[in-house]
């Protein structure tokens, strides 16, 4: 049941320099500064994702041997126990920013929103509320990850894609698959256009 958390987090790399497309020899200070402001979020939550993602595939398989739907609940429990006992005090500890991306990054491994977890998994009653007190938070539990439509989550996924290709973070396969190369070509061609729109 034990989920290692990712080691490599504690280990300091330097990044090559960020280009956001080839018309720009690099990004401007203000612009870089955010997405290294984004970059320390997005190692700092992905583990959460991973391990919830892990989580849940060992949930489903141990779920699928129970035979009556008691058994089922009270393996459900022992998990819930788990998860809160290792992760609630650190999850308190994000902020509120942190959370937005986390949320999304629970998308982008399990292919569901935090919503539909908490409705699959406890009940509908109980995903209205959390997603009506997380609002209270600014957090939205039914957002998804969608970097083909959302400037930040292609950061998001630029930042991952970098992160496994130089072993800053462990890769585990997502369900919300995303071509890298087709979304790159997509944002460095729309950047490309806004831009010369803009000189017009």
Known sequence: ????????LQRPIELPELY????????????????????RRVYKVYPYA????????????????????REKKKYFKIVED?????????????????????????????????????????SGWKAFW????????????KAKYT??????DYWIETILYRAFENGRLVKQDAVYKVDYDAMSNFWVDKLSKAKKQAAQ
């Not at 809160?84 to 569901?112: A, C, H, P």
């Not at 959390?130 to 539990?141: E, G």
């Not at 970097?147 to 930040?152: A, L």
């Open 20 to 39: 956001l497309d080839p018309n720009q020899a690099k990004a401007d200070a203000l612009t870089k500064q955010q997405f290294d402001r984004l970059q």
């Open 130 to 141: 959390s997603n009506n007190t997380a609002k209270i938070f600014n957090l939205n539990l």
């Open 82 to 122: 788990y998860l809160n006992n290792t992760f609630e005090e650190q999850l308190k500890k994000l902020s509120t920013k942190d959370g937005q991306i986390l949320i999304k990054l629970i998308y982008r491994q399990t292919g569901e929103t935090t919503f539909d977890l908490i409705k699959e998994y406890k």
């Open 50 to 69: 991973k391990t919830t993602a892990a989580t849940l595939v060992a949930l489903n398989e141990g779920m699928a041997k129970m035979k009556t739907s």
């Open 1 to 8: 049941m034990n989920q290692p958390m990712d080691t490599t």
């Open 147 to 152: 970097p083909m439509d959302v400037h930040e």
